[in-house]
């Protein structure tokens, strides 16, 4: 499928999928699946979108759109600052709720509550330090067009932006808590494979990771992403786990 932004305005009611992939770090494979994994835990129609600058591999079901551009200097840490291009006043024409997901989550129970959780602006609450504000983009919803302030201050102060926050998550959440619109979804339903998942030590050396009770979405950053956890492998040293073989349940494309 070819990229383009010739795309028909969708009802408003319309519920979407929206995933983002750039650069090189993430091969197709990456939005196949995570297609696969929402169609499975997914009832009802919606349309997925993948936001690219390269549709090779990609499947034909995912409608595949151009990044809109935040004319970023060239050369700086990326540090997420791209995903903010989903709070475009006009996003190709889309219309209604969308729910972001980043590519490389494992989707491991329905997805159908993050549609009608309550809520202006929902993301997941920071699992490091959860006495700040600060939410975790790799999941959050949000009704398109609704919120143009974030991108559009962006672009005018991101000098400014990029010295008061680390990356695009903080910056957003910011904005969006002295407008009184950030909420959290409940605990159980994103947990952080690398925080909840593993077992602790010494028992992670012969106790597999495991899917926490209660979770829709496991969220991988840091040291893992779901091909090493499958594959027991972790990116820092003397740092141990067993093969995560239920990754492989659910991490597929059919």
């Known amino acids: 499928m070819s990229v383009t932004s010739?795309?028909?305005?969708?009802?408003?009611?319309?519920?979407?999928?929206?995933c983002m992939k750039w650069g090189t770090k993430y091969g197709p494979e990456y939005v196949n699946r995570l297609y696969a994994m929402v169609r499975r835990h997914l009832?009802?129609?919606?349309?997925?979108?993948?936001?690219?600058?390269?549709?090779?591999?990609?499947?034909?079901?995912?409608?595949?759109?151009?990044i809109p551009a935040l004319d970023l200097p060239a050369g700086i840490?990326?540090?997420?600052?791209?995903?903010?291009?989903?709070?475009?006043?006009?996003?190709?024409?889309?219309r209604g709720t969308a729910l972001f997901l980043d590519v490389d989550v494992v989707v491991t129970g329905s997805l159908d509550e993050f549609f009608t959780q309550p809520g202006e602006f929902l993301?997941?609450?920071?699992?490091?330090?959860?006495?700040?504000?600060?939410?975790?983009?790799?999941?959050?919803?949000?009704?398109?067009?609704?919120?143009p302030d974030v991108l559009s201050y962006f672009r005018e102060h991101f000098e400014e932006i990029r010295q008061r926050f680390r990356n695009e998550q903080a910056y957003l959440s910011d904005v969006l808590h002295r407008q009184g619109k950030l909420g959290y979804w409940p605990a159980s339903w994103c947990p952080s494979f690398k925080y909840h998942c593993i077992p602790r030590w010494p028992s992670n050396y012969w106790r597999a990771p495991f899917v926490p009770e209660g979770a829709k979405v496991v969220i991988f950053h840091g040291e893992c992403n779901p091909p090493d956890a499958?594959?027991?492998?972790?990116?820092?040293?003397?740092?141990?786990?067993?093969?995560?073989?239920?990754?492989?349940?659910?991490?597929?494309?059919d």
């Open 123 to 147: 993301i997941i609450h920071d699992y490091k330090r959860p006495w700040r504000i600060t939410g975790n983009s790799s999941v959050y919803r949000f009704q398109l067009g609704a919120h």
């Open 77 to 94: 840490p990326e540090r997420g600052w791209t995903k903010l291009a989903t709070f475009s006043a006009d996003l190709h024409g889309l």
């Open 230 to 253: 499958l594959a027991g492998r972790r990116n820092r040293r003397f740092r141990f786990i067993q093969p995560a073989t239920w990754v492989a349940e659910h991490w597929r494309e």
């Open 43 to 66: 009832r009802g129609d919606f349309r997925f979108v993948c936001l690219t600058d390269d549709t090779t591999g990609i499947r034909s079901e995912v409608q595949c759109l151009p």
């Open 6 to 18: 010739d795309t028909p305005p969708s009802p408003k009611g319309e519920r979407h999928v929206i």
